[in-house]
């Protein structure tokens, strides 16, 4: 089979029957390529009661929607999904694989690369199709998916390349690409997949004895103005402070990594290349130096304040307005000054 | 039942700090060039691999590594924290490695050590974050995996049973071993070093590290012939030559670029008052907040 006409494929996640807002994102970015290279743009869900999921895929250009159902493959786990990519893509042989950069693709993408010995690149921030020449063999390789991630703590951004082997997978972080409906009327074909052809009882070997998810009350990603707090802020107490100051403007609030890991804050609150990658209308930044990591995470906010003591903090550099001070002094006058002026 | 357990544990670069010139011309890493540290999830592993051994008396942790000889640090490390010993997977042939040919590597020394009950290691490495290599592990050695897992709950009747850190919620799974388990930083720390330990295996050192070390020092080590790190090779576990180092990896590294961001033309206000007060109206006026 020509490799290059072979089309591309996106592993969508599901909970409580909505697709994942990641694997839609996903879609997007997919159609996109899929449209420059001339291929089809194919979904996959593995999972229970998929009754009518692809409604939910179409409008984002979906050509077909492979549907492998069984009640044992609905919670998640790691060996009966690789099975089923494994052996589809042997079948289908697709050019590309997306996934969400979640638990469950950094779960599954690297068992399924690994029995199928594809490459596979972790947490990508962009993705584009372009050439390739091998610098020591001099071979020539015509649209390779660039898979372009931050390394090294973000310091560096790599392009990585998988010339030879195939599927070309890649995991995206939920939030860096933008979910954008293709076409609302957009129809694609659905095949319907015996498990029992794709998955084999011994699969079967990790049991979930308990189970408690529950929808993140945090959601910075959508959220129109963030208060965020580094470091400087210095503990929960802090914290607090920029709560106050976001709940007066409606806002969320957000962190970085050095914060999240001194234990000022929750996880999920994180924004940046290991966090949440957030485009909201105002960004007040308090106490953050910029590290490269964050300031990937949020350079596309709208507006940027950023409150600091050193005025030579990098993260200024990207910011709108820069208020040397102390968070301490400076965000109670902000709240004060809200409150007199708002209606 | 006692146990035999494995921790892989990476040496990797502090990436607080690096820069272009980390990185060697053909785009993969320099890493006798960075400050080295104990990968930190590594360590969150090797606490779990402590605590079922304190619990399954007569089990025993080996450290297994993967890098250039100094790596043998990191194995030392583990040691004077509890580890019973060693061995660092170092040749030239396994250099310029992508997570799939590293973890065919390490799948192999896994393979050569043989008896294992179950294989602990950090989620991920702070020099990469890519995740990928506990998984692979398990494909390779064909076995489950239990990924970011926090705590080892119970081990008994040839299952484990693991609590789960995802993004939204726990989870509680029961594998049967042996299976590979990768814990997230969010599980207990590791506990430092052991006094007593330190003092008997300060003279631990690899075949690499000795060969640098003084005749008094020599003789030191040689006079405890037990307590040495061990190096192996490629050919010593058998890796097939197309699956290790550049060669094996199928993916490849085509740039490397520094991040560079636009600067915006920022305004400077000062922290008063009357222009805390401008500010907010400007806000207010533009639709940005209210």
Redesign the interface.
């Known amino acids: 089979m020509q490799k290059d006409k072979n089309n591309l494929i996106v592993y969508c996640e599901y909970e409580d029957g909505k697709v994942a807002d990641v694997s839609l994102e996903l879609l997007t970015k997919g159609r996109q390529l899929a449209t420059e290279l001339g291929v089809k743009l194919e979904a996959v869900v593995i999972g229970d009661k998929l009754a009518g999921i692809e409604k939910q895929l179409f409008p984002y250009g979906v050509d077909m929607v492979y549907k492998v159902e069984d009640k044992r493959l609905y919670?998640y786990?790691?060996?009966p999904h690789?099975a089923v990519l494994i052996n589809l893509f042997r079948e289908i042989e697709p050019q590309i694989c997306l996934m969400g950069a979640?638990?469950i693709g950094?779960?599954l993408?690297?068992?399924v690369?690994?029995?199928l010995?594809?490459?596979?690149?972790?947490?990508c921030t962009s993705l584009v199709i372009g050439d390739?020449k091998?610098?020591k063999t001099g071979k020539e390789y015509q649209n390779l998916l660039?898979?372009i991630r931050?390394?090294?703590?973000?310091?560096?951004?790599?392009?990585?390349?998988?010339?030879?082997?195939r599927p070309q997978m890649a995991t995206v972080r939920e939030g860096v690409m933008k979910k954008e409906v293709f076409n609302p009327n957009h129809k694609g074909e659905v095949v319907k997949l015996d498990a029992k052809k794709y998955v084999k009882d011994e699969d079967f070997?990790?049991?979930?004895?308990?189970?408690?998810?529950?929808?993140?009350k945090i959601n910075i990603k959508n959220a129109s103005?963030i208060v965020a707090g580094g470091y400087g802020v210095g503990s929960k107490e802090g914290f607090d402070m920029l709560h106050e100051l976001a709940s007066v403007?409606g806002a969320e609030v957000g962190a970085t990594r050095a914060a999240v890991d001194a234990g000022f804050t929750e996880?999920?609150r994180q924004v940046g290349q290991?966090g949440v990658t957030v485009r909201p209308?105002?960004y007040i930044a308090c106490g953050i130096s910029g590290q490269?990591q964050h300031?990937?995470g949020m350079?596309d906010s709208?507006?940027?304040?950023?409150i600091n003591n050193d005025?030579n903090a990098p993260i200024?550099?990207?910011?709108?307005?820069?208020?040397?001070?102390?968070y301490e002094?400076?965000v109670p006058?902000?709240i004060k000054?809200?409150k007199?002026?708002?209606? | 039942m006692s146990l035999n357990i494995i921790v892989l544990a990476k040496q990797v670069?502090d990436?607080?700090?690096?820069?272009?010139d980390?990185?060697k011309e053909?785009?993969t890493?320099n890493r006798a060039a960075l400050p080295a540290i104990f990968n930190p999830e590594d360590l969150n592993a090797l606490e779990q691999a402590l605590r079922l051994k304190d619990e399954n008396p007569g089990s025993t942790i080996t450290m297994l590594t993967m890098g250039l000889p100094r790596a043998a640090e990191v194995v030392r490390e583990g040691i004077f924290r509890g580890a019973d010993n060693g061995i660092v997977l170092t040749d030239r042939l396994l250099g310029g490695a992508?997570?799939?040919a590293t973890?065919y590597s390490l799948a192999q020394a896994v393979k050569k050590i043989g008896n294992y009950d179950i294989v602990l290691c950090g989620r991920q490495a702070?020099?990469?974050?890519?995740?990928?290599?506990?998984?692979?592990i398990?494909?390779?050695l064909g076995i489950?995996?239990?990924?970011?897992a926090e705590e080892i709950l119970d081990i008994k009747d040839g299952k484990v049973?693991v609590k789960?850190r995802?993004?939204?919620?726990?989870?509680?799974?029961?594998?049967?071993l042996p299976c590979v388990v990768t814990v997230n930083g969010?599980a207990a720390e590791c506990r430092p070093r052991n006094a007593k330990r330190v003092m008997q295996y300060k003279y631990a050192v690899s075949p690499s590290e000795k060969a640098k070390l003084d005749d008094k020092q020599k003789a030191i080590v040689e006079k405890r012939p037990n307590l040495n790190i061990q190096e192996w090779g490629a050919a010593f576990v058998e890796a097939d030559p197309q699956q290790i180092g550049m060669a094996g990896?199928?993916?490849?590294?085509?740039?490397?670029?520094?991040?560079v961001?636009?600067?915006?033309q920022?305004?400077?206000?000062?922290?008063n008052?009357e222009?805390?007060?401008q500010?907010?109206?400007e806000?207010?006026a533009n639709h940005?907040?209210?």
């Open positions: 919670p786990t790691s060996n690789a979640t638990c950094r779960d993408g690297p068992r690369s690994s029995c010995h594809s490459g596979l690149t972790a947490d390739h091998d610098p660039y898979q931050p390394a090294f703590g973000g310091n560096i951004v790599a392009t990585i390349v998988n010339p030879d082997c070997v990790v049991e979930i004895i308990d189970r408690h998810i529950e929808k993140s103005i403007l996880h999920a290991t209308k105002l490269i300031i990937a350079q709208s507006i940027i304040i950023s005025p200024n550099t990207i910011a709108d307005y820069v208020i040397t001070g102390n002094e400076i006058k902000l000054y809200y007199k002026n708002s209606k | 670069p990436t607080r700090n690096v820069g272009k980390a990185m053909d785009g890493i992508d997570t799939l973890s702070i020099d990469g974050d890519t995740a990928q290599v506990g998984p692979q398990a494909e390779k489950p995996q239990v990924t970011y049973i789960r995802l993004e939204s919620g726990v989870e509680t799974v029961k594998a049967p969010s990896s199928p993916t490849k590294v085509k740039a490397i670029e520094n991040v961001f636009t600067a915006k920022s305004l400077s206000l000062e922290n008052d222009q805390i007060e500010l907010i109206k806000l207010i940005t907040i209210g």
